[in-house]
């Protein structure tokens, strides 16, 4: 069993930065792929952003080149960095994770963008 608790989320203005991080725990061995999705009030959850055990990482393109995935294999921790953020990234934030044959998904952190 993997438990994901995420941090870091908050108020922001638009053009304003939020870093966020994603620690598994639990007996883990080996975690594959690590991943960012949102879900914006009304919208379907949408994938963000994902980086492979080697650090091979994609975006969609609405982040392309203002959020940067990066992941620390020994502390099993994904992060977000997000940049030059947009009220249209207002969206509660999901970090999920591949582990065996199991995909764990953390509680959500909320990220607000004021314009």
Do not use: H
């Not at 438990?3 to 725990?25: H, I, K, N």
């Not at 883990?28 to 879900?39: A, G, P």
């Not at 977000?80 to 970090?95: E, F, G, K, R």
Request: net charge positive.
């Amino acid at each position: 069993q993997v438990q994901l608790v995420e941090s870091g989320g908050g108020l922001v203005q638009a053009g304003g930065s939020l870093s966020l991080s994603c620690a598994a725990s639990g007996r883990i061995f080996r975690i594959n792929d690590m991943r960012w999705y949102r879900q914006a009030p009304g919208k379907q959850r949408e994938w963000v952003a994902g980086i492979t055990r080697g650090g091979r990482t994609n975006y969609v393109d609405s982040v392309q080149g203002r959020f940067t995935i990066s992941r620390d294999n020994a502390k099993n921790t994904v992060y977000l960095q997000m940049n030059s953020l947009q009220p249209a990234d207002t969206a509660v934030y999901y970090c999920t994770v591949d582990y065996g044959f199991n995909n764990y998904w953390g509680q959500g952190t909320q990220v607000t963008v004021s314009s």
